[in-house]
């Protein structure tokens, strides 16, 4: 069976410094690991995906993501953070395509300007 | 973008009555998919459907939950008998054919159910 830790429910930095999102993954097989983002009121966007290519993974503004299997994370980085990235991430995981993913909690993560 | 559409946006809805969601996939997707987010827990899992028939569905997923896909568009999820637990963010998605690891669930903006 599959599931999915995120380490933090809630994560506040400055508009401008790092943001780092910790997410833990259990799974039996090798896993998909993906993180979406969901603003107020909309759907859930992909923001970047694993398969099993490079472990680094770049997403969509300026977000990315390392897997690491030793320490079963893959946690969410961005260099600077925008007030727009105020939303919530959730780290999802899956063992096959089409199968059914598998969600963390969520980590809301709010920008002070 | 191709995107995936749910109507209606929200529903308020007497316990014991039946509600219909609406969902239109990505046109040439095969893969179609329930979840939901009771408010303040996680997105889950309701039911995957391919090929006409229902592929998978976890422990929510009973007699009360119907889902349809009644044209070459359309797929909707029909609680028969709403329950005040029923109250929560109903997600669609939709993914291509294939079942390479790493397959795209596509979402749409979900329906937010609420049970009187």
């Known amino acids: 069976a599959q599931s999915v830790t995120q380490l933090d429910s809630h994560v506040s930095v400055s508009e401008g410094t790092p943001v780092l999102l910790r997410c833990n993954y259990s799974s039996s097989y090798s896993p998909s690991l993906f993180w979406y983002v969901q603003h107020p009121n909309k759907g859930l966007q992909l923001l970047l995906k694993y398969t099993s290519a490079a472990t680094l993974v770049k997403g969509i503004n300026g977000f990315e993501a390392e897997f690491k299997k030793s320490e079963t994370s893959f946690h969410l980085t961005k260099p600077s953070a925008h007030m727009s990235d105020a939303a919530e991430y959730f780290c999802v995981v899956s063992v096959a395509g089409n199968t059914p993913l598998v969600f963390g909690k969520g980590t809301r993560l709010s920008v002070i300007a | 973008e191709p995107e995936v559409t749910q109507t209606p946006s929200h529903q308020v809805t007497q316990m014991g009555q039946e509600v219909i969601l609406r969902c239109v996939p990505i046109s040439n997707h095969l893969y179609f998919y329930w979840y939901r987010q009771i408010l303040g827990q996680k997105v889950e899992f309701l039911v995957s459907f391919y090929n006409n028939e229902i592929s998978e569905k976890s422990e929510i997923f009973d007699d009360q939950f119907s889902v349809e896909r009644p044209d070459g568009s359309n797929f909707t999820l029909k609680i028969r008998s709403t329950k005040l637990e029923d109250s929560a963010m109903y997600f669609c998605?939709?993914?291509?054919?294939?079942?390479?690891?790493?397959?795209?669930?596509?979402f749409g903006p979900g329906t937010r159910l609420l049970v009187l």
């Open positions: 998605a939709s993914g291509r054919e294939g079942q390479l690891r790493g397959e795209t669930q596509y």
